[in-house]
């Protein structure tokens, strides 16, 4: 189809989007009523979330039977035994059981896809019953000793993670909050301005709590603390820790010691031992690069039995206090509540081979389901008026088999981004019941032949539920249909978990078709992020600037000095997730970010243009510094923590092709390609939609030579994607100059016509949807091409209104600069405004 446009276009970035916030009114984050920063964090590091593994456990009064949840339902089994009893069943997910004094009752959260109750169920008639129904966020329930209180963690009226007492009356089961909330007088980067209290547990006698809180804490989610039930005194600390939300204290029955887990002077959680009193030293008891949680003594007080990932998922494994043999608890039978049946899978190529794939199985009762040690993960938001939870998958190799309730069930299949999304619909019944989903390609015409995906930004392990490896990983980058991963090592807290692994040659896989590079992230809380990908030699250190009250408080390194260092380094350096709302630099007083000074020195290679930030606002800023004339290539990437079982993900949820051409050779010899190819500008980022853009012959990243004034120039476009879009157009200078047609309900466009450029212009071609989609886990399908350049008469882009509107980012800058106290010395302090004065005078000269 031909189309020709004409147009006048004007050289400010006046971007024209459609809806911005509608795909944020439908697409809404999973326990939105939830008040606290940085959700990815708090998610999946303190709420419970559905691993097919065990994740939470309590003691039977006796010692002689354990209650777990694993796979989202209650299970009983007694210690020796290889037995497991379901207790629980329906269309809910159920976590976090403790057992009451007199073994009648288990408390346990329920998530009902909206919210988080605490509930009862009762054992001997199966009845349960509802402590809390207000529709907050409700954890981490536990009994008192005599059994008529019960401590537990609400988001009741405010949001905030706070402590509440339940109490047993001859009217029923009532609730209050146990502290009032307090303001912290220090700011914090991860946590909010409010302290929380978490994760309470109860001495032997009833009368007092440890718990972990923050007061005055800068950094990770608190220390342990112990008071008084009744408040008669005040907080003492017990033990001074920055944990991760996940210490969870647990006191022993002796009442001397108090059992957590820490990742203190190392990277991994482990057990611990600290005096419950606060006097003393605490102690490690356990060790192994893997993760030990969620630790409860055994009423006797000989074992401790936990939750580890050594081997990448989850399983109990009970500990003798003396002497330390561990025992894992082994499951070999379940006896289930309702009928259940066996589906059988398998994921085929066009040629019937089996095919790696990433798949979501929904049960009859409308959960989801994985086979047994699966790698279970989750949304990090959905639309709640198409889904009643969020959606929950795993990868495969190509074929597994699954348990699940009898009835209809649901198979959803994705590979990558140039196959189509299969679902079928099977019927489980007593037997075995049998789906072969054969995936179709999305290019059979060959468009897209020689670009490879690659995701520059993916963190392999970061405190999450599992246990990664850069084997397992290959793996699901191969069911993500990625050719490259970028594992960018960086800290959480003061640990980096990575660091272990980082190698400057990169690794394939068995068959060699996906590679995994080790890079690296660098964390400011001023600048803005940084990703490194293809660092030569050395993890740089401390791998973060710009923390408050620490040895890295100054705001030296900044981004161009760590730049520098990483292309000594012949890395690329790109600015990582930039923007939820683009800073405006004459509406906000505090503009720390400093994207535009970077580019402005020649620093910076790339920039997520599709990452975890809203990709229309990123693009705001991206479009006026192409309107300066300066050459910013687009990538895709995801920021996905792969050990998590709640993420922003899967990792090459969002990516970038780039055009190599051959994908042959070593490792390292692809990985240098795909990044020459960036650098380059031959790309495309997105999350859904494959786009072709060629100008006059030329593709992205490529120059266009012609005489001054303006031109229309012969365009080919094409777009194939998972979901359908609403619109698919053609971008000059920030405006749009052609909107195509779509075919196959928004997935399908080919297209030929002309557009006229003013002069001197930059082109792309972007997908654009104002609406989210099941099937792709980000804010809303989007796509863009990197730029191709339209130079006329020799004269470069210009435009006055962008320059002037970053001159004012600068001065900004400068003003955040100079009011800084933590520089090490003035040499730094000048060194830092130097670089902002030198993109000052740059700017000036682009007006």
């Known amino acids: 189809m031909r189309i020709t446009s004409i147009i006048i276009l004007s050289l400010c970035a006046a971007m024209t989007f459609g809806a911005p916030d509608a795909a944020r009114a439908e697409r809404e984050p999973v326990l939105k009523q939830v008040s606290v920063p940085h959700p990815y964090y708090w998610r999946e590091m303190y709420i419970p979330q559905l691993t097919m593994g065990p994740s939470s456990l309590a003691w039977s009064p006796k010692g002689h039977e354990l209650v777990y949840s694993a796979a989202g339902r209650l299970w009983r089994q007694k210690v020796g035994s290889t037995r497991a009893e379901e207790l629980t069943s329906g269309p809910f997910y159920d976590y976090q059981p403790d057992w009451s004094p007199d073994g009648k009752t ?7 896809g909206n919210a988080i109750e605490i509930c009862f169920l009762d054992l001997k008639s199966g009845k349960i019953s509802k402590l809390t129904n207000g529709g907050d966020v409700n954890t981490e329930p536990r009994w008192s000793p005599d059994g008529t209180k019960i401590a537990f963690v609400t988001t009741e009226d405010t ?20 502290l009032p909330e307090r303001v912290s007088e220090h700011y914090r980067y991860y946590y909010s301005e409010i302290d929380h209290e978490i994760s309470p547990t109860w001495s032997p006698d009833g009368k007092s709590l440890i718990y972990v809180t923050n007061p005055e804490i800068d950094y990770g989610s608190g220390s342990l603390f112990r008071r008084p039930l009744d408040l008669s005194k005040p907080a003492m600390l017990v033990q001074e820790e920055e944990t991760a939300w996940r210490a969870r204290p647990d006191w022993s029955p002796d009442g001397r010691r108090v059992a957590y887990s820490s990742f203190a002077r190392r990277q991994w959680g482990q057990l611990w031992l600290a005096m419950a009193d606060g006097d003393g030293y605490p102690l490690a008891y356990s060790y192994g690069d893997f993760d030990v949680k969620s630790p409860r003594w055994s009423p006797d007080a000989k074992r401790i039995a936990y939750i580890s990932n050594e081997g990448g998922t989850n399983h109990i494994v009970i500990q003798d206090v003396i002497g330390g043999k561990r025992t894992p608890l082994v499951v070999s039978s379940r006896a289930y509540r309702a009928p259940m049946g066996r589906l059988e899978f398998a994921i085929r190529d066009a040629d019937g081979k089996l095919s790696p794939a990433r798949v979501s199985i929904l049960g009859a009762d409308g959960r ?12 990090d938001g959905f639309d709640r008026s198409l889904q009643k939870f969020e959606t929950h998958y795993f990868h495969t190799d190509g074929s597994g088999e699954v348990v699940l309730p009898q009835g209809e069930a649901t198979v959803t299949v994705w590979l990558g981004l140039t196959h189509a999304v299969e679902t079928q619909k099977v019927t489980v019944g007593k037997g075995e019941a049998h789906v072969d989903i054969t995936l179709r390609s999305l290019d059979p015409e060959g468009i897209f ?15 999450g539920a599992y246990r990664m490896t850069p084997e397992k990983l290959l793996k699901q980058e191969e069911a993500e249909d990625l050719g490259l991963i970028f594992n960018l090592i960086v800290n959480k807290e003061q640990r980096i978990p990575d660091i272990g692994y980082f190698t400057p040659t990169p690794i394939a896989s ?13 964390h400011t809380s001023v600048w803005g992020h940084l990703g490194l990908i293809g660092l030569n030699d050395h993890v740089l250190m401390m791998d973060y600037a710009g923390y408050p009250r620490s040895p890295a408080a100054s705001l030296y390194p900044d981004n161009a000095a760590v730049a520098d260092l990483a292309h000594e380094q012949s890395a690329l350096v790109g600015y990582v997730h930039p923007y939820d709302t683009a800073p405006d630099p004459f509406r906000d007083k505090a503009v720390k970010h400093a994207l535009p000074e970077d580019v402005a020195l020649d620093k910076i290679d790339y920039v997520e243009a599709l990452g975890f930030s809203d990709h229309k606002e990123t693009s705001k800023i991206w479009y006026r510094l192409l309107n300066c004339g300066f050459r910013l290539p687009a990538a895709g990437a995801t920021d996905a923590m792969t050990n998590f079982a709640s993420l922003r993900g899967p990792a090459g949820m969002n990516r970038t092709f780039v055009d190599v051409g051959s994908w042959k050779g070593d490792p390292e010899t692809r990985e240098r390609a795909w990044l020459k190819g960036l650098k380059a500008g031959k790309s495309f980022a997105t999350n859904g939609p494959l786009l072709s853009l060629s100008v006059e012959g030329k593709s992205p990243g490529d120059e266009i030579r012609v005489k001054k004034g303006a031109h229309n120039l ?4 094409a777009m194939r994607s998972i979901v359908g879009v609403d619109r698919v157009e053609i971008v000059v200078n920030g405006e749009v100059a052609a909107t195509l047609p779509t075919t196959q309900g928004g997935r399908r466009v080919d297209a030929e016509g002309e557009i006229t450029v003013p002069g001197s212009a930059w082109v792309l071609l972007r997908a654009v949807n104002d609406h989210a989609s099941p099937l792709v886990f980000d804010l809303y399908p989007y796509a863009t091409t990197s730029p191709i350049y339209v130079v006329a008469g020799g004269d470069p882009v210009r435009s006055r209104d962008d320059a002037d509107f970053f001159i004012k980012w600068m001065d900004r800058l400068k003003e955040t600069a100079e009011a800084s106290k933590d520089y090490n010395s003035d040499a730094e302090r000048a060194a830092v405004l130097d670089h902002i004065a030198r993109a000052r005078k740059i700017f000036e000269k682009r007006r």
């Not at 520059?456 to 970061?462: A, E, I, L, T």
């Not at 012969?714 to 476009?717: C, D, L, N, P, V």
């Open 368 to 379: 989801a389901y994985a086979p047994d040690g699966a790698m279970m993960h989750a949304d």
């Open 159 to 178: 949001g905030k993670f706070h402590i509440a007492i339940a109490e047993k009356t001859k009217a029923g089961w009532t609730h209050h909050r146990w």
């Open 714 to 717: 012969h365009y080919k476009a």
């Open 510 to 522: 068995e068959d060699g078709k996906a590679v995994l590079a080790e890079s690296q992230e660098f």
């Open 449 to 463: 032949k020689g670009w490879v995906s690659a995701d520059p930004h993916v963190h392999m392990n970061y405190g």
């Open 106 to 112: 288990i408390v346990f959260s329920r998530y009902d």
